[in-house]
Every structure is written in C-alpha cells, then in structure tokens.
C-alpha cells in the first residue's frame, strides 16, 4: 500500500513550452502534496506545498507564475512547467501525505519515483 | 531554522561490514527527524523516523538511528553492509507539517 505515481517519468520538451507533471496517491488520499526539485547530485529541494482545494504555498525564491500547482482531488496533483527553460531541467519528485486524524508528524510522507525533465 | 548536515557525500564500505552514516541536526525546538534512501532514478523510501519517542529507532532492512540530544546527532547505522544497500541516504528533519529539509546527502558505496 501507500503508493505514489509520477507521470510522466521522463521528458523532453523545446525551450519555451510547457510541460504538465501529475502526482498520483494511488491507494490512498492525500490532504497534501509535497512538490520537490533535486539537481544532480545535489539533495532535494522543497518548492510548494499543495493541500487540496486551496492554493499552494510556494517556498521563497520559487516563481508561482512558472510553477503552476493544481491540487484538484484528494488523490491527484499536478505541476506544471511553463515556459520551460533549459535551466528547469532537472529531477522533479513529489510526495503525499495520508489523509488522516493522527498528528502530521506522525504520518508517513510517501514519494514518488520522480520525473526527470530535460529542456532543450 | 532548522537543518541538518550530513558529514561525507562518500562511504565506501565492505559487504558485511559495518556501516555508519552521520547526521547532525540544528533545531530550537526538539525536532522529528527522517532518513530516507534514493536507488538511482528513483524517488525517496523511508528508512526510519524519529518524533520524541524511543531515542533508538528502528527501521528498515536493518537501518537503525541514535537520537543524541547532547551531541545534536541522528547517525545512521548498520551492522552489516549488503551490495543491495548500496544508494544515496538522506537525513531530514521536519520543519513543521511535514515539510523537509534535507542533507545534501550521502553515497553508500559497498564492495564486495
């Protein structure tokens, strides 16, 4: 159990178009959505909290107007790449955490296998 | 704020050996603290947490952590290396509502 999904798992795109990741919880719910981006070799980043039905909370230094995040059900968000350069590429993981009643340090955050994006 | 530091981005250990991976946190309040491991290509799995409860956690396929408060440390260790452990572990702490902040992380290398 307590899987999460990334599609796709790799992408090319030409620089100035926009991609779209999805973040699936398959066999759970999820109230919120973690969104990270990780360099080479380098650990990862938190970019934006997504909880469903409201607004994301970016991190400071992360453009909201380039990083679109969608969290429209409880099982589904999606991050979307616009205007893509080739400095976005990178290795973007999301993760979820378990709609439930314990405290939020008491439940597992689950992560994605990642989507690696490659901007030319 | 808070953060953690993992002490050498290389650990080259023999299969069978013990293996020992560092972590110090920096936190004004007690934190929750993680290690999660990375295969290549792949995204994170929980190794082990702690939140205030045992100072020794146990986790999976072996791992086990110290929480030392005096010493402001979350080691990871194992008392034998296998060629499958061989990955990228990373230690975090929680900020708060569960958002991470993580080491720059550390590659296990074993060999046989």
């Known amino acids: ?120 | 704020a808070q953060s953690v530091t993992q002490l050498g981005s290389h650990v080259s250990v023999s299969e069978g050996a013990l293996v020992l991976l560092r972590c110090n946190y920096s936190s004004s309040v007690p934190p929750y603290l993680f290690w999660y491991v990375q295969y290549p290509n792949q995204g994170l799995q929980l190794l082990l947490k702690y939140t205030s409860a045992a100072t020794l956690v146990k986790g999976i396929n072996g791992f086990e952590a110290e929480f030392k408060k005096s010493e402001t440390s979350f080691h990871l260790t194992k008392p034998s290396a296998h060629m499958s452990d061989a990955a990228e572990y990373f230690c975090a702490v929680d900020t708060g509502f569960q958002k991470l902040v993580f080491g720059t992380g550390t590659r296990l290398l074993v060999s046989p």
């Not at chain 1, 970019?47 to 995040?69: C, R, W």
């Open chain 1, 1 to 120: 159990g307590a899987v999460v999904s990334q599609h796709p798992s790799w992408v090319i795109c030409k620089s100035g178009t926009s991609v779209k990741i999805e973040c699936r919880s398959l066999d759970f719910q999820a109230t919120t959505m973690f969104w990270y981006r990780q360099f080479p070799k380098q650990s990862l980043m938190l970019m934006a909290t997504s909880n469903e039905g409201s607004k994301a909370t970016y991190e400071q230094g992360v453009e909201k107007d380039k990083f679109l995040i969608n969290h429209a059900s409880l099982t589904l968000s999606t991050l979307t790449v616009t205007s893509a350069h080739p400095e976005d590429s990178s290795f973007y993981i999301c993760s979820a955490r378990p709609k439930s009643g314990r405290a939020p340090y008491q439940e597992t955050q689950y992560f994605g296998p990642g989507t690696r994006l490659l901007v030319l």
